[in-house]
């Protein structure tokens, strides 16, 4: 519940939010009532940011987008032996976003994500390295 706690508040620190979309897990809902619960007059008993709980065998929904980079980040980060310094680890994680935003195609829409966003970028056939060239210039 403590990590729970500390990536709220980070989620927090960029402005009001409307609300929060998490999975079932049993401590989202304790971590959302220790951070937004108010009992103030006119709102009492209230969570000041609404909490939706998706579970998948009660609304029938997934949460497709982020479960995919998640697995995708998981796969990737299972096959490292250690990262040899601490600096290297967000060069990494922007590689694997990068990776999955504009070069691979996603596995149920068939397109990159990138181009249902409108973003056209011509990178040929390798294209890896038509991002590298296309940001040098």
Same mark, same amino acid.
């Given at each position: 519940?403590?990590?729970?706690?500390?990536?709220?508040?980070?989620?927090?620190?960029?402005?009001?939010?409307k609300?929060?979309?998490?999975?079932?897990?049993?401590?989202?809902?304790?971590?959302m009532?220790?951070?937004?619960?108010t009992?103030?007059?006119g709102?009492?008993?209230?969570?000041?940011?609404?909490?939706?709980?998706?579970?998948?065998?009660?609304t029938?929904?997934h949460? &497709?987008?982020? =479960?995919?980079v998640?697995? /995708? *980040?998981?796969?990737?980060?299972?096959?490292?032996? $250690? #990262?040899k310094?601490?600096?290297?680890a967000?060069?990494?994680?922007?590689?694997?976003?990068?990776?999955?935003?504009?070069?691979?195609?996603?596995?149920?829409?068939?397109? &990159?994500?990138? =181009?249902?966003?409108?973003? /056209? *970028?011509?990178?040929?056939?390798?294209?890896?390295? $038509? #991002?590298?060239?296309?940001?040098?210039?």
């Amino acid at each position: 519940m403590n990590e729970a706690i500390i990536f709220l508040k980070r989620t927090t620190a960029y402005g009001k939010l409307k609300y929060i979309q998490s999975d079932a897990a049993q401590f989202y809902p304790k971590a959302m009532h220790k951070l937004f619960y108010t009992n103030k007059i006119g709102i009492k008993g209230a969570l000041t940011v609404e909490h939706r709980v998706n579970n998948v065998s009660k609304t029938g929904k997934h949460n &497709v987008r982020i =479960e995919t980079v998640f697995s /995708k *980040i998981k796969d990737r980060v299972d096959d490292f032996r $250690g #990262l040899k310094a601490l600096w290297s680890a967000p060069i990494l994680m922007q590689g694997i976003i990068i990776q999955h935003n504009y070069i691979e195609s996603h596995t149920t829409i068939g397109k &990159v994500p990138c =181009e249902l966003a409108g973003v /056209k *970028i011509e990178t040929g056939i390798n294209r890896w390295l $038509g #991002l590298i060239k296309s940001s040098v210039y």
